[in-house]
């Protein structure tokens, strides 16, 4: 893969201070000026599935018909795997790299923490990274970056293979210095909508090709969340044959209006073997709630307190302790002596971030505290502070990560026993 030339000031504060690569940040109301739509120049096609007649009968039993949705669909673009990240058989599939982790204790003892990935699963899931391409275009194109698209989708999407085969297309997305105004982007350009037609081509054409009609979960983070948000409404929300396949979304570092207020029959997830649902939730550290100008933490259709789900606990009130998972990088610089034995391409931190869910009436966002101590060799931060707006959306999934593949097994488990 490429080395790109640019890279922002931003995208080297993020790597600084986060455990991801260059994941920066997402359309929000506060940033982002939707332009007037213009059509995409993304390159479908749509084959109609031949038709057949059947021999008049002189009886014949009432039928029921099974609408197959995007029936015949192939997309010129996404039947080549080179515009996949992660598709289950590819020979350089980024979800299929090492998932070996070290844990470290608060007595500075380490253990190694083995990865079991699904064999033969039997749910999908289909994952929109977020804003991380640093092109110096108002749209990414379709070559994916190493410490850009390919660590992204390896630090957010890859674990969920221990529940399902993950999906996960390269897509035109709104870049990072068009998100930041860096760059001039021509009038009549509407850089989500170019975005999106690529996410609907790719989905249609997973649908129709590997979905076999198998039950699958949306995963998104930021402009990824914002991405799948728009495909619930406009494919899935109204649709019962997809409806009906869908296991649950995890739209997380976006606002999500609360109670599933977005949609029409997908609710908010309650339990944490509910399906059908969405669960979401944006990050700030318990000391550093979001300020009055923060960009998340409120619905974007109404400005009432976004969907908060705590995935280590759910309906259940006060602190839980979440189960982490960060890429080591990260974590090393930001912490070399504890971390100075460690071999693995993850780590995670047994007993240290508690989460819970706050709604002040403004904000409604997901409070992180970390167990600092000065008898606890292990770092005081995990790094991903921008600032005080963005809260800690850099990290928001992987403060939460085991949490949130755990909560993907039950949902799954839960989705299979009833279908």
């Not at 044959?241 to 977005?262: M, N, T």
Request: charged letters at 20%; a negative charge; aromatic letters at 10%.
């Amino acid at each position: 893969m490429r080395k790109k030339g640019f890279i922002s000031s931003f995208i080297v504060f993020c790597l600084v201070l986060s455990s991801c690569s260059k994941n920066s940040e997402t359309e929000t109301v506060s940033t982002t000026t939707a332009l007037p739509t213009t059509p995409t120049n993304a390159p479908t096609t749509t084959t109609s599935a031949p038709t057949t007649t059947s021999a008049p009968t002189t009886t014949s039993a009432p039928t029921t018909t099974t609408v197959v949705p995007y029936a015949g669909y192939i997309s010129d673009l996404y039947n080549d795997q080179e515009v996949w990240l992660c598709w289950p058989g590819k020979p350089e599939d980024v979800c299929g790299r090492d998932q070996t982790a070290t844990a470290i204790y608060a007595d500075g003892t380490l253990e190694v923490v083995p990865f079991e990935k699904a064999l033969n699963p039997e749910v999908d899931c289909f994952y929109i990274y977020p804003t991380t391409s640093g092109d110096r275009t108002p749209n990414s194109d379709l070559i994916p970056d190493e410490t850009q698209e390919i660590n992204t989708v390896w630090a957010q999407a890859s674990r969920y293979t221990e529940v399902c085969d993950v999906y996960a297309p390269i897509y035109r997305q709104n870049t990072i210095p068009s998100l930041l105004g860096a760059i001039e982007v021509p009038e009549g350009v509407n850089t989500y909508e170019i975005a999106y037609a690529d996410v609907l081509d790719a989905f249609k054409h997973y649908i129709t090709t590997a979905n076999s009609g198998r039950g699958f979960i949306l995963i998104g983070h930021s402009q990824g969340t914002s991405m799948l948000r728009r495909l619930l409404v406009e494919e899935i929300d109204q649709n019962p044959e997809l409806r009906e396949r869908l296991i649950s979304a995890h739209l997380i570092g976006g606002s999500i209006a609360a109670e599933g207020k977005d949609f029409k029959t997908i609710p908010a997830c309650k339990e944490k073997n509910e399906i059908g649902c969405v669960l979401a939730y944006v990050t700030f550290d318990e000391n550093k709630p979001p300020p009055n100008d923060s960009y998340f933490g409120r619905a974007r259709q109404d400005g009432t307190p976004a969907l908060c789900t705590n995935p280590a606990s759910f309906n259940e009130e006060g602190k839980a302790i979440l189960n982490p998972f960060f890429p080591s990088e990260g974590q090393k610089r930001l912490s070399p002596e504890s971390t100075a034995e460690v071999t693995t391409p993850w780590i995670t931190y047994p007993d240290f971030i508690l989460g819970e869910c706050i709604d002040n009436g403004t904000f409604s966002y997901f409070s992180v505290e970390f167990l600092s101590d000065p008898s606890d060799p292990r770092t005081d931060s995990v790094g991903g502070e921008l600032t005080p707006q963005w809260g800690l959306h850099i990290v928001d999934m992987s403060v939460a990560l085991g949490d949130l593949v755990d909560t993907a097994h039950t949902q799954s488990e839960t989705y299979l026993e009833t279908n």
